[in-house]
């Protein structure tokens, strides 16, 4: 091999930190300009790396072993009383504090409403209907409903277009004869896979919701002569242009 391509070779297998000494004397003097320590890697002397071998060792071990000591606290397992324990903190031994006299207990729903076995069974609401009342109705159904049920109460809903089950559609046989209060009693406690809505919907609202669903239910078959005589003529003429 040639002197030249010698010190070229020598140049370009230092350049990827591989030349050995040999070769490593001869390349120096072409690239001198260079800091060698970019060239070279510096070794450390024996000392340090044998500490720093030590010191990984100690941190590994002692990781390990508080990772095995940990105190690890879950939710499902924080300390606290459970009702009616026994407790150092008060002087009186219990873990709660005595209600204060003339206390009552608060439940929005606390006003006496008669038992859900009648409620279910009720066909007309608890209160007069007024347009307002169908008006809240629609508005509370459109927020709440319809994700699942739909719209016009089909059971095609946003939420069930992406996966969830479908629920089944307020316009077959059995739930247009269901009394009004079994709509009532399915928001109050849910009904399978749908979850109770008593949280949400407050019970007079309830009530108007299962005013508009049964309006809703009307509207899908209702025939002719259920509309105004005023109205039937328009309907007519654009149930001919359709
Ligand atoms: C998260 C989706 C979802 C929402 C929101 C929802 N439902 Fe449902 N609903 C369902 C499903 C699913 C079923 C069918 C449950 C089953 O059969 O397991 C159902 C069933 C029903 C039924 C039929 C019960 C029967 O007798 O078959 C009624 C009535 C009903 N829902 C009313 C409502 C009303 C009113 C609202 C609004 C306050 C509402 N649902 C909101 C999912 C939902």
Redesign the pocket.
Known sequence: MSRVSQSHRDTETQRRGQGDKETRGQGEKHISSRPPSLLLPVPLSPCPLVLLSLCLRVFVAITLALSAVACRQDMQDQPKYKPLAQSNFFSDGKSARQLVDGTVAYSPEATPTPPMADLSKMTTLPFPLTSQVMNRGQE??N???????GALGY?N?M??QRG?????S?HTD??RQ?ALG??YE??TN??????S?AD??APRD?WA??AY?RALQLSQRAPLSDAPPEARAKLQSERQTR
């Open positions: 509370r159904f927020i709440y409903c319809t994700p699942c049920h059971g809903g939420v069930v969830f089950i479908a629920p089944p307020y059995r739930l269901a079994h709509f399915v928001m849910g009904f399978g896979a749908m979850p809505y949400k919907v309830r919701i299962t669903i």
